[in-house]
């Protein structure tokens, strides 16, 4: 059975913390996103992956930075975490080579900043 | 820019009924994959249905279809004789091929809320 793990539930941190949010897969997938949900605005993409070491702004890096020193992992760091980084934060991948193959989603991290 | 809309926010439909939820997207690209998924109140994302951009017929899973007009540039999710398990959010999502790599971008979603 495929699957994405992303390693808390849920998370509460205090504002100008350092946090690390982290997702592994076991599929093999070369890409790797992180999305975070808010009401109204769906998923926006903050960053993806497509090979170890490699990485690409979304639409929201602001604040975020990210992390893919293995395959199967990619984390998410939020160097100095602010309440309007409260969230719920979705990790996903996908494979490179097969369009039609859909992005399978972790279980989220809800995010409170503090 | 966002490149997905979902111009409902919300839609109520009656149990057996069939309901359409909105979907267009912007792309200057001539292949990309469209997708939905549902997603319960327990948060999972569930993949419901897929269509390329190559495809000429209309893509079909079980009650789910994708009304699916490329000049248009529209992608509706039909669900056909819902069901009260059909009440969730729904999100429209496009995978992009650019040069190097490719990414998959979503809308702001529609909460479906299905009446007995």
């Known amino acids: 059975d495929v699957k994405v793990t992303q390693s808390s539930r849920y998370l509460v941190k205090r504002t100008g913390e350092k946090v690390f949010l982290e997702c592994v897969q076991d599929?093999?997938?070369?890409?790797m996103f992180w999305y975070r949900q808010d009401p109204g605005l769906g998923l926006r993409l903050i960053y993806f992956s497509y090979d170890v070491k490699m990485k690409e702004k979304g639409d929201i890096p602001e604040g975020y930075s990210v992390s893919r020193e293995k395959k199967e992992r990619f984390s998410l760091i939020l160097e100095s975490a602010s309440t309007n980084q409260t969230s719920m934060y979705l990790c996903?991948?996908?494979?490179?080579?097969?369009?039609?193959?859909?992005?399978?989603f972790g279980q989220g991290t809800r995010l409170t900043v503090v | 820019a966002q490149k997905i809309t979902q111009t409902q926010p919300g839609m109520f439909v009656q149990e057996k009924e069939a309901v359409t939820l909105d979907c267009t997207y912007d792309t200057s690209d001539q292949s990309y994959g469209l997708f939905w998924y549902k997603q319960p109140s327990s948060g999972e994302m569930i993949f419901l249905i897929y269509q390329g951009s190559y495809d000429e017929q209309n893509a079909t899973e079980g009650r789910y279809s994708l009304n699916f007009q490329k000049a248009r540039k529209s992608a509706n999710l039909v669900i056909s004789a819902s069901q009260l398990g059909d009440s969730a959010m729904y999100f429209c999502?496009?995978?992009?091929?650019?040069?190097?790599?490719?990414?998959?971008?979503f809308g702001p979603g529609t909460s479906l809320s299905v009446i007995p």
């Open positions: 996903a991948s996908n494979p490179p080579d097969r369009m039609n193959t859909e992005a399978f």
């Open positions: 999502a496009m995978r992009e091929v650019l040069t190097s790599y490719d990414k998959v971008i």
């Open positions: 599929m093999d997938h070369e890409n």
